[in-house]
């Protein structure tokens, strides 16, 4: 309990510090906007972290690459800053400026991680090879939902898709249209279907998510012919991804929006959520919550469930009620 209730004095003097600096820099804004000397403190975004290193782009767009001061958090990819100057094209960031939204994962130890900030949007990017994991892309979309921002579902590769294979391939992912998730269809190697992608980015902050070797650097490479990210082929033995990206990268797109390509993963694990909060991140379920016999129904074997109602009527599918059924189970730590 003291810990506690000192860990969180701790916080408000953190934050006390970091609110002078905003404070000291926009007055020094107003003041070199007078003619005024001020000491060179800007604003800046973050577009990548490389261990304790940012790449910085200030208002002019230049890099800048910064040192972090201590006890400021932990600026990541998409974040706000206020920097100063030691260098040329060297600097210290010394505040972090709020943030609208964040992307966490936990790390081995259990630990929320922040892997990008300021989003709007998270693409989850599917592809026929490697094969999809509904509960993965369950997890991003549940993430989506608690952290508000848009979710969109982009399937990658098409190339690769004909005849009875495309069929049932695309048969397995129709229910996440029928709930009304937005869903693209592209192929970043035939820049195919690139247009529909462009449209739902445009205004947006969004970021790539998935499997390695689902397409995401190539799919920036695709929208940013002028940059050229490495991208990685996929393992003959197993056919996952190599992890080629290895951080979090925030592009600019010249029809607008920003797009910030990611590490792929295998897995990901959600943070600890309360039963309602991942009722919340399943909208499909939000007619039927508060409809079951049980206030706290697990939706699992309690009778008069509207929710396995609704599933034997086939209004849910029943592959989204298991990985709920699942994700209950293994993040449902926070008592609700
Ligand atoms: N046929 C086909 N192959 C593609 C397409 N997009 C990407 N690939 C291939 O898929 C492989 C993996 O692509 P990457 O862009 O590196 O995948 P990634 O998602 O960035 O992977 P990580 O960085 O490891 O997370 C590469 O060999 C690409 O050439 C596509 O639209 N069609
Ligand atoms: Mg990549
Ligand atoms: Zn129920």
């Known amino acids: 309990m003291a810990k506690r209730r000192l860990t969180n004095q701790q916080k408000i003097r953190i934050q006390a510090i ?69 260098g040329n094209a060297s600097g210290v960031v010394t505040a972090l400026l709020p ?8 790390d081995y130890s259990g630990r929320e991680k922040p892997l990008a900030a300021n989003l709007t949007q998270l693409v989850v990017v599917l592809a ?17 939902e608690i952290i508000r921002v848009k979710p969109l579902i982009a399937i990658n590769k098409i190339d690769l898709l004909e ?45 790539l998510v ?32 190599r992890h080629t990206t290895s951080a979090a990268t925030l592009y600019t797109l010249s029809q607008g929006g920003e797009l910030i390509d990611s590490p792929g993963v295998r897995s990901f694990r959600l943070t600890d959520l309360s039963r309602e909060e991942l009722e919340q991140g399943f909208p499909e379920f939000r007619p039927y919550i508060g409809q079951c016999r049980f206030h706290n129904c697990t939706h699992e074997h ?12 086939g209004k849910l599918s029943p592959q989204r009620l298991e990985n709920f059924r699942r994700l209950s189970q293994t993040s449902n730590r926070k008592p609700g």
């Open 18 to 86: 970091q609110d002078k600096r905003r404070k000291r820099q926009e007055t020094q804004a107003n003041a070199s906007l007078a003619g005024a000397e001020s000491e060179h403190t800007s604003k800046g975004r973050v577009i990548i972290r490389h261990g304790a290193t940012l790449g910085v782009e200030d208002e002019t767009g230049s890099l800048i690459q910064c040192q972090t001061r201590q006890n400021i958090g932990h600026p990541v990819c998409g974040d706000r800053v206020i920097f100063q100057l030691t």
């Open 210 to 241: 998935g499997q390695s070797g689902v397409g995401k650097s190539s799919l920036i490479n695709a929208l940013l012919p002028e940059h050229d990210v490495e991208t990685g082929i996929l393992s003959q033995a197993t056919g996952l991804g």
């Open 99 to 106: 943030r609208n939204s964040v992307l966490s994962r936990p």
């Open 128 to 144: 026929p090879k490697p094969e999809p994991s509904g509960y993965l892309l369950d997890q991003y979309l549940v993430t989506a």
């Open 163 to 207: 005849g009875a294979q495309s069929v049932r391939f695309y048969a397995n992912l129709a229910h996440y249209q029928t709930i009304g998730y937005p869903t693209v269809r592209v192929s970043a190697k035939q820049e195919h279907g690139l247009d529909g992608l462009i449209d739902r980015l445009k205004g947006e902050t969004s970021i």
């Open 302 to 313: 309690e009778p008069d469930c509207a929710i396995r109602a609704a599933m034997s009527e």
